[in-house]
């Protein structure tokens, strides 16, 4: 006879109109801010030197981010879960805002809203759901990289001075990076195990760190936060521009690469290979609620035994 699921709490539906509303705009600032920082990045990428702006995306992103730092305290204190589970998620907030899309404070992390589908339940079956919506159009965004790597190779020159081919170019590299961000948020949000989740897409890891790596390595951060006049002479020594160009061609090629790994990964042998995964986590999980059913089963029985000695 087939074992009754074990219920979970209910999540939030769209009666709850305050919470509802509470969670679509707090999810626009934090992808705000995402694309605020895909600007900020490109920028300091193109134009190092252009101090008004880099200063005008500093205070809108720090604008951005006070807000989001509110609710996500608020959030912390409505739940009143100060277990470290929940600190975690409180720092992951306050660090990485953007991940305010996929990861509400005020959840436990059985519930999860995304725009679009409202409140579901947080488990295997919709990440198998995102995980299949995700597949086309992000191999689609990343095939894009290829005129993007055909116009430098082929219009170097004319890419050289400000014009609509280069800003039609950097619209396009900044829109790859947020279609990975978005997707490398939503899915590490609701990968059951979250190591596994980062091993097994590194690439996309790579491909949304770089550009960070890259400014660091630019050293921009440095200079804005003022850490002195040592670190200049380091980013004279370093050459900023042409190892700014180094990683800019090779976070061109992760994102190649990734063309390459999607493809192969929509063959029936890997679809087959996730499928059997799929199904073996599903069968230890399985076996838990078995040992549970069983432990509470006992508890019953020897309280029962109990009772009839009394």
């Keep these: ?61 720090l604008a951005l981010w006070l807000p989001l730092f509110i609710d996500a305290l608020a959030g912390y204190w409505h739940q009143g879960d100060y277990r470290w589970p929940a600190a975690r998620r409180l720092l992951l907030l306050w660090l990485i805002p953007p991940f305010r899309i996929a990861q509400s404070p005020y959840s436990s992390g059985t519930c999860i809203w995304l725009p679009g589908l409202g409140w579901r339940r947080a488990d295997a079956d919709l990440y198998e759901l995102l995980e299949r919506a995700f ?32 800003l039609a170019l950097d619209l396009g590299t900044v829109l790859i990076w947020l279609a990975f961000c978005v997707e490398f948020i939503v899915m590490s949000t609701l990968a059951p195990k979250k190591l596994s989740y980062l091993v097994r897409n590194w690439i996309n890891l790579a491909i949304i760190v770089m550009p960070f790596l890259a400014f660091l390595r630019g050293l921009q951060a440095a200079q ?29 090629g992760l994102v190649a690469l990734d063309v390459l ?50």
Aim: with cysteine; hydrophobic share 50%.
């Design 1 to 61: 006879m087939a074992e009754p699921a074990v219920p979970g709490p209910a999540c939030p539906d769209l009666t709850h109109r305050q919470v509802t509303v509470r969670e679509a705009v707090m999810s626009a600032l934090a992808l705000l801010f995402l694309i605020l920082t895909a600007l900020a990045l490109r920028q300091a990428d193109r134009a190092p030197d252009d101090s008004a702006t880099a200063h005008l995306l500093g205070t809108l992103l």
């Design 135 to 166: 597949s086309i159009p992000m191999l689609f965004m990343a095939v894009l990289i290829l005129p993007i790597l055909a116009a430098e190779f082929f219009l170097a020159e004319d890419l050289a001075d400000p014009s609509g081919l280069r």
């Design 224 to 252: 804005m936060l003022g850490l002195g006049k040592g670190l200049a002479k380091v980013a004279k020594t370093l050459k900023v521009y042409r190892v700014r160009g180094l990683w800019s061609r090779g976070w061109r």
């Design 261 to 310: 790994e999607r493809l192969i990964h929509r063959t029936p042998e890997r679809r087959l290979a996730r499928l059997r995964e799929v199904l073996a986590e599903r069968e230890r999980e399985a076996e838990r609620l078995r040992a549970r059913i069983r432990n509470l089963e006992a508890e019953i029985k020897q309280s029962g035994d109990g009772h009839d000695a009394h």
